[in-house]
């Protein structure tokens, strides 16, 4: 079998290496995380040939991994052109027009936190979210002058906030599914870590924004913003037809890359009806992003961006991320660490941490976050059985340290994105995600706190 190639000792030696190799290239060097991940992807294969593994049996790892990846590329790339599409149609700048007008600087943290919740949980998706929401809110804050690290940090924890305790959100049902509960229980149980997580992460936001010192110049500033948009894009309600079809569509659980294209095609309609320009200048504008010329620098920042071409950063990150996730996966690295952990557990708070350090550590070799719930959860499984610990346990944990963990990953598939959508990095709003990690955090303490449930003796830690 290939998980008995590798013993539990080595491949946690390996995995600590690679991340001290990334972590070292990011922080020290000050390098694009693509490197990095390569080296690993050639030191990794170099080690197989090494322990004599054929480099054909490699390659299909690799090739296996990169094709898990497929699906999440289309998304991204249909996504870059979404955001573009919806500035050449005059939706996004729409939406920063207005909220300028009656969003306080000093609330919009807190209100953009608040916002993509709501936005979330009705689409169940917080990809949607992000490129829509987030980036208008994104737009405004650059143009009232709040720090662009904070505002990342509030869309994010909003958006992810509102994807995990959605119904309709496909990492939501998946963690149920694999761990074997219903939605319902799932996100019954979840409400113990989510809620205080998301308060104190409100807490902290409004008093963030509280503590922000607003030039009253920028009152005068903002206005010039206005004025630059409105003279470069047709704004107007007609603009929002796009993202209420979108809107609805997910809401209809329509798979997602047919709704982005639907959302890029009326995208298109509203934009050439509105006059802000023909057929060529969209098809240009869906390969490249928007170009309008805007003498005011800021308005220009906020305005020109998207197509294409601006999500091959996170393309070209994410099929590197999956093609080494593969390789770890076919020499049975992944099995080998979940296998060791399982020896290590004894009783329910090891578990759930075990869990947790499963769900991280599968992330941040894999940046991927379904890969993330299902290798723990098939493999864990059993064991919360044979612990009699119930199976809600599981799927939270899956949740908070596998979908939420995603994020705060540079190589991963949510943080690669997140980061682009919004023009942060993210080793910038890291800092800023509150809701992120401390999830995580609670969901390992409830791991060990004594629960009790309606008419049974108290489960033993």
């Known amino acids: 079998m290939e998980s008995d190639f590798i013993r539990f000792r080595t491949s946690l030696i390996i995995l600590l290496a690679m991340l001290g190799t990334i972590f070292s290239c990011l922080f020290l060097i000050k390098t694009e995380p693509h490197l990095p991940l390569l080296l690993c992807v050639i030191l990794l294969a170099l080690f197989g040939i090494i322990k004599g593994k054929k480099w054909s049996s490699l390659e299909k790892g ?25 500035m050449f149609s005059g939706t996004i700048p729409t939406v920063i027009h207005f909220s300028l007008s009656v969003i306080h600087p000093q609330y919009l943290l807190i209100t953009g936190l608040i916002s993509c919740m709501f936005v979330s949980m009705l689409v169940g998706s917080s990809f949607t979210t992000v490129s829509t929401v987030g980036v208008a809110l994104m737009g405004i804050a650059a143009a009232a002058g709040i720090p662009l690290e904070w505002a990342a940090g509030a869309v994010i924890c909003g958006a992810c906030f509102g994807d995990k305790m959605s119904p309709m959100s496909d990492t939501t049902n998946f963690a149920a599914g694999v761990a074997e509960v219903s939605i319902v229980e799932h996100i019954r149980h979840m409400t113990k870590t989510t809620i205080p997580a998301i308060i104190m992460t409100a807490i902290i936001f409004f008093i963030m924004g509280r503590s922000l010192s607003i030039d009253p110049a920028s009152s005068g500033q903002v206005q010039e913003i206005m004025k630059a948009i409105g003279d470069t894009v047709n704004t107007g309600w007609f603009t929002l037809l796009s993202p209420v079809l979108v809107v609805a569509l997910a809401v209809f659980r329509k798979p997602i890359i047919p709704t982005l294209i639907a959302g890029i095609a009326t995208a298109g309609v509203t934009g050439i009806l509105a006059g802000n320009g023909d057929f060529g200048s969209y098809m240009s504008v869906l390969q490249n992003g928007t170009k309008f010329e805007i003498a005011n ?9 998207g197509g294409l071409q601006s999500m091959m950063w996170s393309i070209s990150l994410i099929m590197i991320a999956f093609a080494l996730g593969g390789l770890m996966e076919k020499l049975g690295i992944i099995q080998s660490l979940m296998n060791g952990l399982i020896q290590k557990v004894k009783n329910r708070g090891q578990l759930v941490a075990s869990t947790a350090a499963s769900s991280i550590s599968v992330n941040l070799a894999t940046g991927e976050q379904y890969m993330s719930i299902l290798i723990p959860g098939q493999s864990l ?29 540079p190589w991963g598939v949510s943080g690669a994105f997140f980061a682009q959508s919004l023009g942060v990095d993210v080793i910038h709003y890291l800092p800023f995600a509150f809701f992120l990690y401390l999830s995580p955090v609670l969901t390992i303490l409830y791991g060990y706190l004594p629960e009790k449930k309606k008419g049974t003796p108290e489960i033993a830690a």
């Open 297 to 305: 620098e800021q308005a220009a920042s906020i305005l020109n961006r």
């Open 381 to 409: 499984k059993p064991l919360y059985s044979e612990r009699k610990v119930p199976n809600t346990f599981l799927s939270r944990t899956l949740e908070d340290a596998g979908t939420l963990v995603n994020p705060l990953i």
């Open 62 to 86: 690799i090739v296996a991994g990169i094709q898990n990846g497929i699906q999440p590329i289309l998304v991204l790339a249909l996504i870059g052109m979404l955001i573009a599409a919806w």
